[in-house]
């Protein structure tokens, strides 16, 4: 199975990330995740992870938020070039510069959360 970002849970949970309702997203892509082969499980596995990391940042938990992030990215780095639909280059740098910002403790943190613009979609 393949990530198609227009079926139904996968662009549901879409939706939710972009609206910051972060525990939706999480929701809809692990049901698509269950059903998932890698290397796509893995994949979709780290946008859960990232999705739970800004609810769990939301809930003012920073250390949590730094931790999946952390689990995330080492998912995220073994996905090449583009993966998913999605430019991984540019999107693993906004990952990495929330996990910078969190570790640090420095304020304000980034403007917004990573950017997920699978190809093919606005």
């Known amino acids: 199975m393949s990530l198609d970002w227009k079926s139904e849970a996968l662009a549901c949970g879409l939706e939710c990330y972009r609206n910051a309702e972060f525990f939706d997203a999480h929701e809809h892509w692990e049901s698509v995740w269950l059903r998932l082969e890698e290397p796509e499980k893995s994949f979709l596995q780290a946008l859960i992870q990232m999705a739970a990391a800004f609810h769990h940042l939301n809930g003012g938990n920073h250390r949590g938020a730094a931790s999946l992030l952390r689990r995330a990215l080492r998912r ?20 990495r510069a929330w996990l910078r910002a969190l570790e640090s403790g420095r304020q304000p943190l980034p403007d917004a959360v990573p950017r997920i613009c699978p190809m093919n979609l606005p």
């Open 76 to 95: 995220f780095d073994l996905c090449d070039g583009w993966f998913g639909g999605i430019a991984m280059e540019p999107f693993r740098e906004e990952v």
